[in-house]
């Protein structure tokens, strides 16, 4: 369970295990009350609360206030019956521990369930102990990680009393969950799955592209669309791998069934890899997505002004002076299609200058600086 292996199952295990040496603890606690005269020191209400406990468990109610409420009248007289326990017998001792143990263990796990951020600081400070005990890395940040949450800034502090430190894949009670176990489940379980990224792609690029914009593309790529003027982009081994292969028994049975998917409309966004609404071309479509429409504007000034660009022929004739000129001259034209800045053209340095102080200015549309095309121009 340390090391996150099996963890349900670990969990259940050690809750059929806390069940029964409770159960064995209690009735030798009442046995021991009643041996020593003590039953007559509870409170009255004890036994109906008991009762109460008994119908809610049949009923499928909630248990866990009225459970509070026992134990606080139960606590005085059991810690009394601890220590009479486990001063002659260690084996008592030992099973307490380990029912201690648990016990925190699935209060944990509650206050994950229904996001109780008193509960879960609570008890992760209970937990500290036993880190050192197993010498575990987790010793030395759980103290951290415990005064992080209680000086958490005031833009995100009002969310974590109301549960969102915890993880619900649907809006319902009772169903959070760790950050670490909800990406176990989602993301490293899709990739590791028939559609996910594994193998396919060994490289830490490929992956980080996988995972940053799979449930992206999930969103839209199937949703409504006219499909006179969109194509989805398939992706050939997510299709591959979504299907049986070895229900096929020849390699043409499985090439015959990729077809008949890739012709049909695509039910799994999985095997969709991306998506263009366009009414001509793929090829226009990915240029305008890549660069708007700035191919288109270059284009135009290119073949609306031939005589401004009659000193390319230079570019191979003349000397290094010449041709970083006609480079620069190039470049301020191409960036300033307006023609607002002509005399600024000379030195480019003074026209990233007076583009930088525009109103609209960018980033993108600065033009280069000299030592970059005499760069480019060497």
Not at 85 to 111: G, H
Not at 122 to 148: H, Q
Not at 335 to 346: E, G, L, V
Request: net charge positive; glycine share 4%; with cysteine.
């Amino acid at each position: 369970m340390m090391c996150g292996k099996q963890f349900n199952h670990v969990v259940r295990a050690l809750n059929v295990v806390y069940e029964a040496l409770a159960a064995l603890r209690f009735s030798a606690f009442f046995k021991w009350c009643r041996d020593n005269d003590l039953m007559t020191s509870f409170h009255d209400r004890l036994w109906s609360l008991l009762s109460e406990v008994v119908s809610n468990f049949k009923s499928g109610q909630d248990n866990y206030k009225t459970l509070i409420v026992v134990r606080t009248i139960l606590m005085q007289r059991l810690e009394d019956f601890k220590q009479w326990e486990c001063q002659p017998s260690p084996t008592f001792k030992y099973w307490d521990m380990i029912l201690r143990a648990v016990e925190i263990m699935i209060q944990n796990v509650r206050a994950e369930r229904q996001g109780s951020l008193d509960m879960h600081l609570t008890l992760i400070a209970s937990i500290i102990p036993y880190m050192f005990i197993a010498n575990r890395v987790s010793s030395r940040w759980l103290p951290v990680y415990i005064l992080d949450m209680l000086n958490l800034t005031s833009d995100i502090q009002p969310a974590f009393p109301s549960g969102q430190f915890a993880i619900r894949q649907k809006p319902v009670k009772f169903n959070g969950v760790w950050s670490d176990m909800a990406s176990e489940k989602t993301v490293i379980k899709d990739s590791k799955g028939r559609v996910g990224i594994a193998g396919i792609a060994r490289q830490k690029s490929a992956f980080i592209r996988w995972s940053l914009i799979r449930h992206v593309l999930a969103e839209f790529s199937l949703a409504p669309y006219d499909r006179s003027s969109t194509v989805l982009i398939r992706d050939g081994m997510a299709l591959v791998k979504s299907l049986h292969v070895k229900t096929f028994r020849t390699f043409g049975d499985l090439a015959l069934r990729v077809i008949q998917s890739q012709k049909a409309c695509p039910t799994n966004a999985a095997t969709v890899f991306d998506r263009y609404d366009i009414r001509h071309s793929i090829e226009f479509a990915e240029r305008v997505r890549r660069t708007g429409e700035s191919g288109k504007k270059v284009y135009k000034v290119l073949m609306d002004n031939l005589g401004d660009f009659n000193d390319f022929d230079h570019l191979s004739s003349g000397g290094i002076d010449k041709s970083v000129d006609v480079s620069r001259t190039c470049v301020a034209r191409l960036y300033d299609q307006k023609q607002k800045a002509n005399f600024d053209h000379s030195v480019l340095n003074k026209f990233r200058v007076k583009k930088a102080k525009q109103k609209d200015a960018s980033l993108t549309e600065l033009p280069q600086c000299e030592s970059t095309i005499l760069q480019h121009d060497l």
